[in-house]
């Protein structure tokens, strides 16, 4: 799979067919206005490998749906008493 931008900047990932995926990469800016947060928290949870995240080189990308789901997964913790990190493994 690899990431590339059109000129406006948009990632869109592709897998090795050329089909392209309809969702596009979000930026730490657009994670934060999602969950309602800093940009440097995004960033923070990223580096402590906490938060679902595509590294592209010095960059950090995100997938919409993996947000949703580790949100997903968090409340459930929540709610069973568990305690769940990025990608689904309980500490």
């Known amino acids: 799979m ?15 067919n050329g089909a392209g995926s309809s969702e596009p990469l979000m930026t730490a800016g657009d994670v934060a ?3 309602g947060v800093t940009r440097s ?8 490998g906490r938060i ?3 590294t ?16 997903r997964e968090l409340e459930q913790a929540e709610r069973t008493g ?3 990190q990025a990608g689904g493994s309980r500490a």
């Open 82 to 84: 568990d305690l769940v």
């Open 56 to 71: 592209l080189g010095r960059y950090r990308r995100y997938r919409r749906a993996a947000i949703e789901a580790w949100v």
């Open 33 to 35: 206005t999602l969950l």
């Open 41 to 48: 928290w995004v960033y923070e949870q990223s580096r402590l």
């Open 52 to 54: 679902p995240t595509v």
């Open 2 to 16: 690899t990431e590339l931008s059109d000129r406006d900047g948009n990632w869109e990932a592709f897998s090795a």
